[in-house]
């Protein structure tokens, strides 16, 4: 297959993937997670107060003005949740939330994802480099 074929393959398989009805889970164990793009999401315990801040709730949970960093939590369930920074962050760590009922995060080319109600940790995959940075999607 020529690359000009397989890129068209991809795109015609992620647009078709963007337009699917998301993934809903009925449960996550802490310690699961969920990839979406370059961004990871994974359950896990109530963190302990005096390590996370509140913030500012915000749909986007990935910096940037990209479409790649398009990880958005729906309108809808935006209202469900609450949204916390680690008092000590990395390049790779985003927010954590409390989902107070089932959350679903959209993304244009990844398809979308619905989280059961629980806490979350937003993490960015590693860019290989010379310095600890976020991948640009």
């Known amino acids: 297959m020529e690359i000009n074929a397989v890129i068209e393959k991809i795109e015609v398989e992620s647009k078709a993937k963007a337009k699917a009805d998301p993934v809903f889970y009925a449960t996550m164990k802490v310690g699961d997670y ?58 790779l760590d985003g927010p954590v939330l409390e989902c107070f009922k089932q959350t679903e995060i959209t993304h244009p080319e990844h398809g979308h994802v619905g989280l059961p109600a629980g806490w979350y940790a937003i993490t960015f995959q590693r860019q290989l480099a010379d310095e600890l940075r976020r991948v640009a999607d």
């Open 34 to 91: 969920h990839r979406q793009g370059d961004v990871y999401i994974m359950r896990i315990d109530k963190p302990n107060e005096t390590t996370i801040k509140a913030m500012k709730i915000r749909a986007q949970i990935a910096p940037g003005t990209t479409q790649g960093s398009r990880h958005c939590i729906s309108g809808a369930t935006l209202k469900h949740i609450r949204m916390y920074e680690k008092n000590i962050s990395t390049a």
